[in-house]
């Protein structure tokens, strides 16, 4: 094929396109619609040779280096959260009942006046002063004090659940966020690669090398990506204002992320999952939540056999006694004693000994152990589940990594230089990019799902916030 002098300019502007096309290195950012096509776009930083757009600044989502990461919302989280403080307060609650629990009955004081003045014996008088002190047998108060600790060990372990969950939830929006922030750099960047397509199309259809149909063909893909930007920038922002409310970050202040999809902050996960149930089962707090309560089932039973135990109270009482004779035949005599009496009471269990509450004790048993099982085998699932995502998801991030992603920009890349000397139809341009929007968009869904992966899976382990 001959070209005229005139397509030089059209060859120097092609290998512009085309080195704005394929960066260097593999690392990519985009999520993608079906429609749409797509450039490889370096995650961190815009392409320097990207033409400007006054619409959109990705300067307000992200910063590498003084962005908000996972681990410091999720630590702003915690400290902020009203329901996770609310539920903090069940720990307040239980040291109050573990102090109530160790307290001793209190005991009591009798004063007691006789008189004969309304009943025409005005000589008879008596006043009398009494104490009674209640005694515990059969080991109440070590029982209430054990259930007690049980119980506030549990509220601990629900705190320490709570702020597990909240964790998780954080990452997971954080995930969120990251996967919109990606679609949002990589439409942006396709948009700007396809503009300056579009300028080159207007050179060669001034110089009669190409059809205005072309041309119109590149503006319709054009302002579609905007529609598709401004969706992808409203999922955003829905994904921040998700993230401020559970981090109660107010909406007015400004948050930037730092972290990238390709590299998640997360410990390294066990070598099997084996290892990595076993971790769950002795670090889970909700696990050890259900243990607890199991335990205070046992310790209630404990205790309301030892209220059944008869109750005993030990008093004592002084009186003073004086009585006026005045029909004697020596005259009238009077008569003042003193006495000091000592004695016990004994509740007499004949009909309540506590059998209702011993009963529901047992059956409380034999709830939480039942509880306790079911919690072991979500922990078991959760942890087996989490883990082959991770391994699935890291497997299929390596293909296309290694395949995938080299070879489709390669494909791009070569198809179109070759439509830039007008080897190709823009139609054949715009069928082999979405074609490639397909493999980025599932790369990126894979990195998606690799970050999710390894928060559940640190989640599920029990590893703490």
Request: some cysteine.
């Amino acid at each position: 094929m001959l070209f005229s002098m005139n397509c030089a300019p059209v060859r120097a502007m092609a290998l512009v396109v085309i080195v704005t096309v394929a960066p260097s290195h593999v690392a990519f950012a985009q999520s993608f619609d079906l429609q749409n096509g797509v450039v490889a776009k370096p995650i961190s930083h815009p392409s320097p040779n990207a033409a400007p757009d006054s619409n959109i600044n990705l300067f307000r989502y992200v910063d590498p280096v003084q962005g908000a990461s996972s681990n410091d919302l999720v630590r702003r989280a915690l400290n902020s959260n009203t329901e996770l403080a609310a539920t903090r307060l069940d720990i307040e609650r239980g040291r109050a009942r573990l102090r109530q629990a160790g307290l001793r009955p209190n005991p009591t004081v009798d004063f007691e006046q006789t008189t004969g003045r309304f009943t025409n014996s005005p000589g008879e008088r008596e006043t009398s002063i009494g104490f009674a002190l209640p005694l515990e047998f059969g080991g109440k108060r070590q029982r209430r004090i054990d259930l007690a600790r049980l119980e506030l060990q549990a509220a601990e372990a629900e705190v320490a659940d709570r702020e597990r969950r909240l964790a998780n939830e954080v990452r997971a929006a954080y995930a969120e966020s990251l996967a919109a922030l990606r679609e949002l750099q990589i439409t942006e960047e396709l948009s700007n690669v396809d503009v300056q397509t579009v300028r080159i199309v207007e050179v060669r259809v001034t110089e009669g090398d190409a059809a205005p149909l072309e041309q119109n063909l590149l503006r319709v893909e054009i302002d579609r990506l905007r529609a598709r930007r401004a969706l992808v920038e409203g999922r955003l922002q829905a994904a921040l204002l998700k993230l401020k409310s559970i981090t109660g970050i107010p909406a007015s202040e400004a948050l930037q992320l730092r972290e990238e999809l390709t590299a998640p902050v997360f410990a390294q996960p066990p070598d099997s999952i084996e290892a990595a149930v076993d971790i769950a089962l002795r670090a889970r707090p909700d696990l050890k939540l259900a243990r607890l309560n199991e335990d205070a089932a046992r310790a209630g039973l404990r205790l309301a056999r030892a209220q059944a135990t008869p109750d005993v109270t030990a008093f004592s009482k002084y009186t003073t006694n004086r009585s006026i004779f005045d029909n004697t035949p020596i005259g009238v005599l009077s008569d003042k004693d003193r006495l000091l009496s000592f004695g016990v009471s004994i509740s007499i269990p004949v009909f309540n000994r506590n059998q209702g509450a011993k009963a529901e004790a047992t059956l409380a048993i034999s709830q939480a152990e039942r509880r306790r099982e079911f919690t072991e085998q979500l922990v078991r699932a959760e942890v087996q589940s989490a883990y082959q995502r991770y391994e699935a998801s890291r497997s299929a991030i390596a293909t296309y990594e290694q395949g995938v992603i080299e070879r489709s920009r390669q494909n791009i890349r070569t198809i179109r230089g070759a439509y830039e000397v007008g080897a190709f139809r823009v139609t054949e341009l715009l069928s082999e990019q979405r074609r490639f929007v397909d493999f980025q968009r599932e790369f990126t869904e894979a990195l998606t799902e690799y970050y999710r992966a390894l928060a559940d899976l640190q989640s599920a382990l029990g590893t703490k916030p």
